[in-house]
């Protein structure tokens, strides 16, 4: 449709079927043979008439060709200017093929790998009828106490949130929305939802401007430029005034200074909690703060629905925006082609052929030892010799439960168990015992009364543990290594999931305790969301890979991993805390005027644990040992035309070929404003025959080294710096340089 089509059609609808485009609800009903009936759950609550659901522009997590065409058919027989629903989905980490959850994702520390599993996540979900993905989350996580930094691409670095974001809008979006495998991306959550007070979710935010610039915005900012459709407001305050009603948030940094041109959809609910909030009085309060906020699509409250038309009708000004925003709703409707094909890119034969298809599940498992992360490997335990006896051990290891909180739509038969994949391998060689539960059904309980369901009493429950335990140390005696895996349970990470204990659940530890009687090497691969507490079991460790929850190829992707038939290179995006009480423990700090150095008791320091994260931002290890030396600065004064050229000497010096993530940050010195201790500024992902050595460079410019100053102007200032340069944001090598500003 042309653009002057668009405003044709705007202008013959009624100002119902104008807010019914704002509206967003969970689009069961119109799959229902009687409509009046399903009008439960949490559809209840929003108190729409059947006229206004019948006018609703868009429904959520809706997908399956069959189903979406279903839904769009019912839909446009009742519709009178037959415009088509849009249809948006939580293909957060895959659609029918899992992938490693976000957290997971970023890991890899490779864009190419993110590009390839976004553009999988987008054919499989866009040929299913999705047209709309709300996803990458962008949010920069700090605090493992959150149960959503598991969804965080970036983790706590703004520089990887920034190169991410980018890379994952652009392979959901190509050139043309309606391309097919092609979708519209909605970037989540605005803003700063990740700094929640005491990782606590949905709690309050409150921070400085300069601090959100600084850290928060850039991954957003960098998502709106790569051509994002679709932004999400998230559910905390910012400063006072919820995300979803915040005037300074939408209008002043996101559509005037970021130029977007996109729309703008509040959370689920988010526009009726900003009554909760204590922000709006009433329900047509919260209407009217949210439209002249700026939100185009009330995610699943009746508050458009019910009290935007009274609005309109008393003010031209409200008006003049439902307008606007219905145009928005209208012209992304018109990128995705539906005016011409209500269905979009939905297409039933590929769906046949192209979901789950064995040479994506191939890559799948590529990319899924991309994001695994070799924690500690004492005498080069792992990989393992398969002439070895193995124990494997663990509730994690006969479970295809593997793929996140997020997978809902997943499809598990393909998913294997590591036990399947074993044996298969090794056969008689590899003995199993399950060793404990993955958490009491008491703390299980506990998390799942909250979603209603009903309470589960197990008999003896802990004489049942015992039991478990000591069949576990039967079939350990007979081997000659363990093999554990051990985590989180699913529904312990993801949203409302916070937690203010993240070490392993105690039944887990009991397990690790008695094992670790037996003296024999053992190893942990750990499955979790979030980093965890693990200060008191390391010791007791010979190995750990984390491998967070691998989806659909984990299995096997973890198998090889352990075999040695592939070598890990992931690197840490959030660091670990020593434990829950550091956090939110991050690298890129502020230094204090005491910094801790060594045994003084005035210091900035805790009495009971090191300042220093358990395991650092950027740090993950190889069956290769990588040696660095020779750093050296082509220059050591630069100024704003001007590059530096740093250049470092690796060495592989092991049998084994496998990639490194090279890291270089920068320190500022002195500034106006005082500068973290480190900031990442580049990495590259090389790889290293056995026993090769290689010069790598990067080179250092002006807008490296630019910041938020006092007047809050983006600047680089003169003054000295560092350089560092290192296979994590600790083991670094350091020189000094100048810059002058002219
Ligand atoms: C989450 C969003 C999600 C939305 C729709 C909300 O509860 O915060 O991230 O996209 O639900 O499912």
């Keep these: ?181 092609k979708m519209a991306s909605c970037v989540k959550h605005i803003a700063a939802y ?98 002249t906020a700026g939100i185009d699509i009330d995610m699943m409250s009746g508050i458009y629905a019910n009290h935007l038309k009274d609005l309109c009708l008393q003010n031209q000004e409200i008006e003049n925006k439902v307008n606007e925003s219905v145009l928005r709703i209208l012209t992304l409707k018109n990128k995705l082609g539906l005016f011409e094909n209500p269905y979009g890119n939905t297409n039933e034969e590929k769906e046949k052929t192209y979901i789950m298809n064995p040479i994506n599940l191939e890559k799948a498992k590529k990319l899924t030892q991309e994001t695994f992360v070799l924690l500690k490997n004492k005498n080069h335990v792992l990989p393992l010799q398969k002439s070895k006896k193995i124990a494997l051990i663990g509730p994690y290891i006969d479970n295809i439960g593997i793929t996140g909180s997020w997978s809902m739509f997943s499809d598990r038969t393909k998913n294997g168990t590591i036990l399947d994949i074993f044996k298969e391998k090794m056969g008689n060689q590899v003995i199993y015992a399950k060793g404990c539960e993955i958490l009491r059904q008491e703390e299980i309980n506990k998390i799942l009364s909250a979603d209603g369901s009903p309470i589960v009493h197990v ?122 009480g550091q956090c939110p423990v991050y690298y890129n700090h502020y230094n204090t005027g005491r910094p801790h150095h060594d045994n003084l008791r005035y210091l900035s320091r805790y009495q009971d644990i090191p300042t220093e994260s358990f395991y650092p931002f950027g740090y993950g290890l190889s069956y290769c040992d990588f040696k660095y030396t020779e750093l050296y600065l082509n220059n050591h004064k630069m100024n704003k035309n001007e590059t530096i050229t740093v250049t470092i000497k690796i060495e592989n010096q092991s049998d084994y070929a496998g990639y490194e993530v090279i890291q270089l940050y920068i320190q500022d010195l002195y500034g106006s404003v005082v500068r973290p201790v480190k900031e990442l500024k580049a990495f590259k992902k090389e790889y290293f025959k056995p026993h090769e050595i290689k010069y790598i460079h990067f080179n250092i410019d002006m807008h490296m080294l630019k910041f938020w100053n006092e007047k809050l102007e983006l600047v680089a200032e003169s003054g000295e710096f560092k350089a560092f340069v290192g296979g994590d944001s600790v083991n670094v090598l350091e020189d000094r340089f100048e810059f002058v500003d002219n």
């Design 194 to 291: 990740g700094a929640v007070e005491a990782g606590r979710d949905y709690n309050t935010v409150d921070m400085s401007e300069r601090e959100f610039r600084q850290y928060y915005l850039p991954a957003y900012k960098a998502a709106i430029e790569a051509g994002a459709e679709m932004l999400m407001t998230s559910f905390n305050i910012l400063n006072g005034i919820p995300s979803t009603v915040n005037k300074w948030l939408i209008q002043e940094v996101i559509r005037k200074e970021l130029g977007f041109k996109g729309i703008v959809i509040s959370d689920y609910g988010a526009v009726e909690e900003t009554i909760t909030h204590g922000y709006s009085a009433n329900e047509t309060e919260a209407a009217k703060n949210a439209i």
């Design 459 to 580: 008999e003896n429950e802990r004489q049942k543990e015992q039991d478990m335990i000591a069949s576990a140390m039967q079939t350990a005696k007979k081997a000659d290594v363990i093999l554990l895996a051990l985590g989180e349970h699913y529904k312990q990470s993801g949203e409302a999931c916070s937690r203010s204990n993240i070490a392993l659940p105690e039944n887990q530890i009991q397990l690790i305790n008695e094992l670790y009687t037996l003296s024999k090497p053992m190893i942990l691969i750990l499955f979790n969301g979030r980093p965890i507490e693990l200060n008191t079991i390391e010791p007791k460790l010979d190995a750990i890979l984390e491998v967070w929850f691998p989806g659909t190829t984990g299995a096997k992707a973890i198998t090889e991993m352990i075999l040695g038939e592939e070598n890990p290179s992931g690197k840490l995006t959030m660091s670990f805390p020593q434990n829950v």
């Design 1 to 181: 449709m042309k653009h002057k089509e668009i405003l044709e059609l705007l202008n013959k609808m009624t100002i119902e079927e104008k807010i019914g485009q704002m509206v967003q609800i969970t689009g069961d009903v119109f799959l229902s043979e009687d409509t009046n009936s399903v009008l439960t759950g949490p559809l209840k609550n929003l108190h729409l008439s059947k006229e206004k659901i019948y006018h609703v522009g868009s429904v959520l997590n809706i997908i399956g060709a069959e189903k979406v065409k279903k839904v769009q058919d019912e839909y446009l027989s009742k519709s009178r200017l037959k415009i088509p629903l849009l249809f948006m989905d939580d293909i957060i980490n895959g659609y029918k093929i899992a992938f490693p959850i976000p957290i997971a994702q970023g890991c890899s520390w490779n864009t190419k790998a993110i590009k390839e599993m976004t553009e999988i996540s987008s054919m499989e979900s866009s040929i299913a009828g999705a047209n709309v993905n709300f996803s990458p989350m962008v949010d920069l996580s700090r605090d493992a106490r959150w149960g959503r930094v598991m969804e965080s691409i970036g983790g706590e670095d703004p520089l990887l949130g920034e190169i991410y974001a980018r890379t994952m809008v652009k392979a959901y979006q190509g050139k043309n929305l309606f391309e097919v495998g």
